[in-house]
Nanobody, 122 residues
Framework: QVQLVESGGGLVQAGGSLRLSCAAS????????MAWYRQAPGNQRELVAH???????VYGDSVKGRFTISDVDAKNTVYLQMNSLKPEDTAVYSC????????????????WGKGTQVTVSS
């Protein structure tokens, strides 16, 4: 089993910055990918940022140029640096990791964190 714990959310004024972290622990042979998603009340969950092996990064259109996802570090932690925050960035931000449990596991298993609330005031 794998656990993901997000932290760093909070209340910030428009134009401000926050840095979220997502730490994975448990039965991890290798992390294949990690991603941040967000969901605001009444909205569908949307991709914020995603990182694959060899560092390929993908961003949602609404956050390009403002948010940056880090590489996965040696502690199986990934960060999301959020700059120039807008009220429409208000949402619960959740972390997703695809984890391989051994050398013959080629598909991995998806795990979700419980999420952290980000609120941006105007």
């Amino acid at each position: 089993q794998v656990q993901l714990v997000e932290s760093g959310g909070g209340l910030v004024q428009a134009g401000g910055s926050l840095r979220l972290s997502c730490a994975a622990s448990g039965n991890i042979f290798e992390i294949d990918s990690m991603a941040w998603y967000r969901q605001a009340p009444g909205n569908q969950r949307e991709l914020v940022a995603h990182i694959r092996p060899r560092g390929m990064k993908v961003y949602g259109d609404s956050v390009k140029g403002r948010f940056t996802i880090s590489d996965v570090d040696a502690k199986n932690t990934v960060y999301l640096q959020m700059n120039s925050l807008k009220p429409e960035d208000t949402a619960v931000y959740s972390c997703l990791a695809n984890v391989l449990d051994g050398p013959t596991d080629y598909s991995g298993t998806n795990y979700w964190g419980k999420g952290t609330q980000v609120t941006v005031s105007s």
